[in-house]
Nanobody
Framework: QVQLTESGGGLVQPGESLTLSCAASGSIHSINFMGWYRQALGMERELVAT???????EYADSVKGRFTISRDNVRNLVYLQMNSLKPEDTAVYYC????????????????WGQGTQVTVSS
């Protein structure tokens, strides 16, 4: 099993910055995908930013130029630096990771974190 733990959410004013962190732990063989998604109240969960072990990065159009995703492959961490935050960025942010779990016998995994609340309000 692979567990994801997010941290760094909070209440900020418009224009301010926030950094989210996500740590993966457990029986990790390899992680080939890590990403951030968000779900606003009454809305469906949507992609924010993703990164692969091969270095591919994808951003939602709404966050391009403001958010930056980065990854520490050695420590199995992924970060989301969020700048110039807007009220419409308010949501619960979820970390997602996919890869292989186990040691002698490996299998695929796809895990979600518990979510961290980001509120942007004046």
């Amino acid at each position: 099993q692979v567990q994801l733990t997010e941290s760094g959410g909070g209440l900020v004013q418009p224009g301010e910055s926030l950094t989210l962190s996500c740590a993966a732990s457990g029986s990790i063989h390899s992680i080939n995908f890590m990403g951030w998604y968000r779900q606003a109240l009454g809305m469906e969960r949507e992609l924010v930013a993703t990164t692969t072990s091969g270095g591919s990065i994808e951003y939602a159009d709404s966050v391009k130029g403001r958010f930056t995703i980065s990854r520490d492959n050695v420590r199995n961490l992924v970060y989301l630096q969020m700048n110039s935050l807007k009220p419409e960025d308010t949501a619960v942010y979820y970390c997602n990771a996919r890869g292989l779990t186990g040691y002698d016998v490996v299998s695929e995994f796809a895990s979600w974190g518990q979510g961290t609340q980001v509120t942007v309000s004046s």
